[in-house]
């Protein structure tokens, strides 16, 4: 069952076609990938999923619910999370406090309830430090919960905006480049824990540039090329894909055997 269903989407910025008529379906459950050179489109595709940005025409769906014109807030609670390729963190706080950022998304004390500091809101304050101290012990970087967030090593600063994504409790994960930046052992590490974050239940779309971590999680690959879906199966054919080699590699790329 498709979960989210992207048809025909197009985005363009004055006389650029950054993306162009795209469309794919996304099983629940499922990890798919999209790949591309740079400027193909891949994050605009992102944006237009999370509502950063408005498409210029096309429709997208998720569980039904059209996210056509949509701000990042409404879709965020719908259950889409998403993190980016450029790591976000809040300067001053610690990794655990930068969780429980998005853990608030959820909260139900009002305003007046936080200021005054209310029963009610201190128990909730409680369970949200409560399940984002989990997430950064399944991620396994809870001996880092108060460290400030901006002191961290690179990949421990992925882990704790993966584990402020999760603190959604979303349905759909988008991951912009998660591996970027990242070394060889680092790199296998996030693998893991998108296979991890699957097994939770979650659906997983990334966009990533590393072929051996696309190849070794996914279910189904996107291609896009200058805006345009040239390719999308599952790994072992778009690895054999002509169309796709010559893009990567050239014009005069062979399949290899």
């Known amino acids: 069952m498709a979960l989210l269903r992207v048809e025909k989407i197009s985005k363009k910025f004055g006389g650029l076609q950054a993306v162009s008529d795209v469309s794919f379906a996304l099983r629940e459950g499922s990890i798919k990938a999209v790949i591309g050179p740079n400027g193909a489109?891949?994050?605009?595709l992102f944006n237009l999923i999370s509502?950063?940005?408005p498409a210029t025409s096309g429709e997208i769906t998720f569980k039904g619910h059209a996210l056509n014109g949509l701000r990042p807030?409404?879709?965020?609670?719908l259950g889409i999370a998403r993190t980016f390729q450029n790591i976000k963190m809040f300067a001053g706080m610690t990794a655990l406090e930068n969780?429980?950022?998005?853990?608030?998304?959820?909260?139900?004390?009002?305003?007046l309830a936080s200021?005054?500091?209310?029963?009610?809101?201190?128990s909730e304050e409680r369970e949200i430090r409560r399940k984002s101290m989990e997430l950064l012990e399944l991620l396994g970087i809870a001996?880092?919960?108060?460290?400030e967030a901006m002191n961290l090593a690179?990949?421990?600063?992925?882990?704790?905006?993966?584990a402020r994504a999760l603190a959604l409790e979303p349905a759909l994960l988008l991951l912009d480049e998660p591996a970027a930046g990242l070394n060889i052992y680092e790199t296998a590490e996030i693998g893991r824990l998108i296979t991890k974050i699957r097994e939770m239940g979650i659906t997983v779309l990334l966009v990533e540039h590393d072929m051996s971590l696309v190849m070794d999680i996914s279910d189904e690959i996107v291609v896009l090329s200058f805006g345009q879906k040239i390719a999308e199966d599952i790994p072992q054919k778009i690895q054999r894909d002509p169309e796709v080699i010559r893009i990567y590699l050239g014009e005069e790329a062979a399949v290899p055997a």
């Open 154 to 162: 690179f990949g421990q600063q992925r882990a704790v905006e993966l």
């Open 143 to 147: 001996e880092y919960a108060d460290t």
């Open 99 to 111: 969780v429980m950022v998005g853990r608030h998304v959820q909260s139900r004390s009002g305003f």
């Open 115 to 122: 200021m005054f500091r209310l029963p009610g809101f201190l």
């Open 51 to 53: 509502g950063v940005l």
């Open 73 to 77: 807030y409404q879709v965020a609670r």
């Open 41 to 44: 489109g891949k994050t605009t």
